[in-house]
Every structure is written in structure tokens, then in C-alpha cells.
């Protein structure tokens, strides 16, 4: 059984800073690991993913504000989120896909970032 425990996540003001983790437990072989959050209109969006060779693939909104990185066994994530603004606002997903193409999902974290 895997499991996701994401930690991190808070209210903020614009402008600062917040730091996700998110640990990987159980047998698995991850082929990619990151962040989606899903926003107060219900979207969900890419936020950050490690994919095949540790590839790192952002979403548009967050590039050059958010940065993604791993340990050496790659079964942990992390995410800076610098100069946040009011649209970060969502729940952060901790997702991992291992190499039978299963996906899965953490709890979620909540970000709030208010002006």
C-alpha cells in the first residue's frame, strides 16, 4: 500500500514564501513524483512533476516561482513556493505514478495566500 504524507502547508500574504513536502511510503517504483493543486473554481492544474530521468516539467502559472526537488531515491518531494500570490491559492496534491502507470494521490495540503 502506498502512502503520501504531505506537510507544509498554511496561510500566507502575498509575496512570501511557503515550503511543501511530501513522503512516499510502501513497496513501489515511482516513474514520476510531484504537485497538482486544485484551485477554489475546481480545477486542477500541474503545479510541479518529476517525470522519466528526473525531468522536471512545471506549470505555466508557477515558473520561475516554484521550485521542485527530490532526494536521491526520488521517494521525496519537495516544493518552494516563492513570492506566492492570491491565485496559488488551492489544495496541494502530492501525486506519484509508479510503472505499472497506476497514480496516486495524497490527502491534500491546503495553501492559502491572501493580499
Known amino acids: 500500500q502506498v502512502q503520501l504524507v504531505e506537510s507544509g502547508g498554511g496561510s500566507v500574504q502575498s509575496g512570501e514564501s511557503l515550503r511543501l513536502s511530501c513522503a512516499a511510503s510502501?513497496?513501489?517504483?515511482?516513474?514520476?513524483m510531484g504537485w497538482y493543486r486544485q484551485t477554489p473554481e475546481n480545477q486542477r492544474e500541474l503545479v510541479a512533476t518529476?517525470?522519466?530521468?528526473?525531468?522536471?516539467n512545471y506549470g505555466d502559472a508557477v515558473k520561475d516561482r516554484f521550485t521542485i526537488s527530490t532526494n536521491r531515491a526520488m521517494n521525496t518531494v519537495y516544493l518552494q513556493m516563492n513570492s506566492l500570490k492570491p491565485e496559488d491559492t488551492g489544495v496541494y496534491f502530492c501525486?506519484?505514478?509508479?510503472?505499472?502507470?497506476?497514480?496516486?494521490w495524497g490527502r491534500g495540503t491546503q495553501v492559502t495566500v491572501s493580499e
Open positions: 510502501g513497496r513501489v517504483s515511482i516513474a514520476a
Open positions: 518529476f517525470g522519466t530521468g528526473r525531468r522536471i
Open positions: 501525486y506519484l505514478k509508479d510503472y505499472t502507470t497506476r497514480e496516486h
